[in-house]
């Protein structure tokens, strides 16, 4: 990456030649090289309900185990807590026990330790049989950071046409890759979404087959 360091409140940044492309938060280490891993919020809410080693929030979807190692923190009458997940469902999150219980009102938010440099793995699909048009996730893909880049990878035993599904405010569409054209069956190819804020990814394919391999990586600092 080029560019000029800049400082900007105390923090170290490398912006590009480019006004368009955006800033990039970078901390220098004390050899000088760079070190881009930081606690990023991923997600926040308010409590529905739950427990001592639980939060709950009825208004959520979220993908199983999507933020297992994070981090919660959770307001509770005006006192911070802080546990590291120890798993989620689609609108629990578990974690050690806290010294109170969880209740309706609770004021939380979830942070990850993210490399922008580094992929993140969103999924896997391998020697699936697959019936259209279902989706190929039970549950929709939803970037770490926001906005990102989704880049997926298959191969399919027929030919056929594959389209990723952009979820957003209720709202589905359905967009076609490769213009629409038909998959050669057996080869390998690779397309790329753009992932905002509020939105959440899947992806169908237009025949039945078998998924030979599909692969999801999010690469935050491609944008």
């Not at 905002?196 to 491609?222: H, W």
Request: proline content about 3%.
């Amino acid at each position: 990456m080029s560019g000029a360091v800049s400082k900007i409140f105390g923090k170290d940044y490398i912006n590009s030649t480019t006004s368009r492309e955006r800033w990039i938060p970078l901390r220098l280490l004390p050899d000088g090289s760079i070190s881009v891993t930081s606690s990023t919020v991923v997600d926040e809410g308010i409590a529905t309900g739950g427990t001592n080693v639980t939060l709950i929030d009825t208004t959520k979807n979220w993908e199983d185990n999507i933020f297992e190692g994070g981090t919660i923190e959770i307001i509770h009458a005006g006192v911070s807590y802080q546990r590291t997940i120890r798993g989620n469902t689609s609108n629990t999150i578990g974690f050690a026990t806290l010294g109170v219980v969880v209740l309706a009102g609770d004021i939380y938010r979830i942070m990850r330790s993210i490399d922008p440099m580094s992929p993140i793995d969103k999924g896997v699909i391998h020697n699936t049989a697959y019936a259209t048009p279902a989706n190929f996730f039970g549950t929709a893909l939803v970037g770490f950071v926001r906005p990102t880049l989704f880049r997926c990878q298959g191969a399919f035993s027929a030919a056929g046409v594959l389209s990723v599904t952009i979820t957003r405010a209720a709202n589905t569409q359905v967009v076609n890759f490769n213009h629409g054209v038909a998959l050669t069956a057996g080869d390998l190819f690779a397309f790329d979404t753009l992932v905002q804020d509020g939105d959440s990814i899947n992806y169908r394919y237009g025949v039945n087959c078998t998924i030979m391999t599909f692969k999801v990586l999010e690469i935050p600092a491609a944008i």
